[in-house]
Nanobody, 116 residues
Framework: QVQLVESGGGLVQAGGSLRLSCAAS????????MGWYRQAPGKQRELVAT???????NYADSVKGRFTISGDNSKRTVSLQMNSLKSGDTAVYYC??????????WGKGALVTVSS
């Protein structure tokens, strides 16, 4: 059974930094894309950043220049370095690993709270 476990969430002041990490356990033969999504209270889950097996990255406009995603397919790990955090970044952050168009795995989420 595949499980994704996030770590690194917490409380930080505006302007500060946090690093989220996610590791997968269980058997995954191939990962197409790894990524981070977030869901703020009362809002829908939204994409934050993704990285393909080839290293191509994609970021939401709201985090470009502040967040950096990195991943290692062979180790089944993905990280998100978050700098210059804003109160609007407060959300539960979810790790995602997509193995096919129709199938992906999700972590349970890590809470990031940015105080102003």
């Amino acid at each position: 059974q595949v499980q994704l476990v996030e770590s690194g969430g917490g409380l930080v002041q505006a302007g500060g930094s946090l690093r989220l990490s996610c590791a997968a356990s269980g058997i995954i033969f191939r990962i197409n894309t790894m990524g981070w999504y977030r869901q703020a209270p009362g809002k829908q889950r939204e994409l934050v950043a993704t990285i393909t097996g080839g290293g191509r990255t994609n970021y939401a406009d709201s985090v470009k220049g502040r967040f950096t995603i990195s991943g290692d397919n062979s180790k089944r790990t993905v990280s998100l370095q978050m700098n210059s955090l804003k109160s609007g970044d407060t959300a539960v952050y979810y790790c995602n690993m997509q193995v096919s168009v129709a199938m992906s795995y999700w972590g349970k989420g890590a809470l990031v709270t940015v105080s102003s």
